[in-house]
């Protein structure tokens, strides 16, 4: 079979492999190796300039909070910006769907990207002042852009065979940047520090080669071969009509994502400052902690296809969720740092396995018509609790300490994962060949 090329497949459309090309494969290497195959030129280019954005976007990860923190900034102020960026992405997340349909991909990603890197190369070399708030908000509403056409995207440019692992694969390679950036920018800090420059000059130098980098994502972006919108995509299916028919489906998908997002958003953009202030790690040492953590992420991930193919979508995605738990109890309680670090490998390894899964479920679950806005009420859910959670999040921390937010955490975990099994726990049968889904009839 060939490679798809356009990003206007749809999935009526897509071709399956003939019986006698079946992957068998005698093993789990082998079975990625056939899988990744079947991506095509469009998908592999998208995965080339996210792993490079990726590079950007694991910086101002690793070091917004600790560069901030350098300056004497509290964590109600850095919370603060950081659900400015959220509050962003949160108001873009439903218009983006619409202009996605009717706008050719190539362009939206090229304008985006580039708005993105240069909200954050201001964000980190001006002064400290409110402004930091719009350029936070800024760099949130471009990377809307970014995120909301992955789905789609993904689903028009490929099969069912080697949909899952393109999911989880492109979550692997936004990973693996997270690697080499907590890696390369947290060493970069500590050297420049060592050879004479101040530490936040060295925090601002970092910043500047990540935003080198993100910006050569336009080069793989702009080799993508998008056609012109088609006339399903630009009809309007976001009508009164179907709001009342899909309702329900909607809720049902957004309701689990928000709750485990505000949970994540209170104690996951601080645990950098969390081994900073509870086990005085300097950043050289966090950024490494970063990459092994980031390294256990990107193995939990590539064993999500293989998960699903054992228990299906939904009992892989709840099953993660709970086992990551006890170990974000034993993060809320311990001052020993080898078991802090311990916990917080397991914790992501595990919660991060199923975010790739899930966002390809919602995907399976509705039309062709409604992946850009099902994939937009999916960051909606996400954002929307984080511009909230964060902004909580660094008041607490800044009051009550690091063991609060991550009890309340691990609570509103429990509740997503209870009711993401409740609601969709009849969604997928048992075949031969692993698991289907059955969506809700139009």
């Excluded at 962003?88 to 190539?106: D, E, H, Q, S, V």
């Excluded at 708005?115 to 402004?131: D, E």
């Excluded at 000059?201 to 080198?212: E, I, N, T």
Aim: hydrophobic fraction near 50%.
């Amino acid at each position: 079979m060939k490679p798809i090329h356009s990003d206007n497949i749809g999935p009526a459309e897509q071709p399956v492999l003939p019986a006698t090309k079946k992957v068998k494969p005698i093993g789990q290497i082998k079975d990625y190796w056939e899988h990744l195959q079947l991506f095509s030129r469009n998908v592999r280019l998208y995965l080339t300039g996210s792993f490079l954005i990726g590079l950007t976007f694991s910086c101002y990860l690793l070091l917004m909070n600790l560069y901030l923190r350098e300056q004497g900034m509290p964590e109600s102020f850095i919370g603060r910006v950081l659900s400015f960026g959220a509050l962003g992405m949160t108001l873009m997340a439903i218009p983006a769907a619409f202009i996605l349909r009717r706008i050719r991909l190539k362009k939206i990603l090229l304008i985006s990207t580039t708005v993105y890197i240069l909200a954050i190369l201001f964000l980190t070399q001006i002064p400290i002042s409110n402004m930091l708030f719009v350029l936070s908000f800024l760099a949130g509403m471009a990377m809307t852009f970014y995120r909301v056409a992955a789905g789609p995207f993904f689903m028009r440019n490929s099969t069912p065979i080697e949909r899952t692992y393109i999911f989880s694969i492109s979550f692997g390679v936004s990973l693996f940047a997270s690697m080499i950036g907590s890696l390369i920018f947290g060493q970069m800090v500590a050297l420049l520090s060592f050879s004479g420059d101040s530490v936040v000059d060295s925090y601002r130098w970092a910043f500047v080669l990540a935003v080198g980098l993100g910006l050569m994502a336009v080069i793989p972006f702009s080799m993508i071969k998008a056609a012109d919108p088609t006339k399903i995509d630009k009809d309007s299916d976001f009508s009164i009509g179907l709001l009342k028919r899909r309702v329900g489906l909607y809720a049902k998908l957004f309701f689990p994502h928000f709750i485990v997002g505000s949970g994540a958003g209170l104690i996951i953009p601080f645990l950098n400052l969390y081994f900073r202030d509870r086990f005085g790690q300097p950043t050289d040492n966090i950024g490494l902690l970063y990459f092994v953590g980031h390294t256990t992420m990107l193995i939990g991930i590539l064993a999500g296809p293989i998960l699903v193919k054992k228990i299906g979508m939904i009992r892989s995605v709840v099953l993660t969720q709970l086992v990551s738990m006890p170990f974000m109890v034993i993060l809320a309680y311990t001052y020993s740092l080898p078991l802090a670090i311990a916990a917080f490998l397991m914790r992501g390894a595990l919660m991060n396995l199923g975010v790739p899964i899930g966002s390809n479920f919602g995907m399976e679950m509705v039309s062709k018509s409604e992946q850009a806005l099902v994939n937009a009420l999916l960051m909606l859910s996400w954002t929307s609790s984080w511009m909230v959670s964060t902004y909580y999040g660094g008041l607490l921390i800044e009051n009550y300490g690091y063991t609060i937010p991550l009890l309340i955490a691990v609570v509103l975990y429990f509740g997503s994962s209870v009711s993401y099994y409740w609601f969709f726990r009849t969604s997928e049968i048992k075949t031969d060949s692993g698991y289907k889904i059955e969506a809700p009839c139009l």
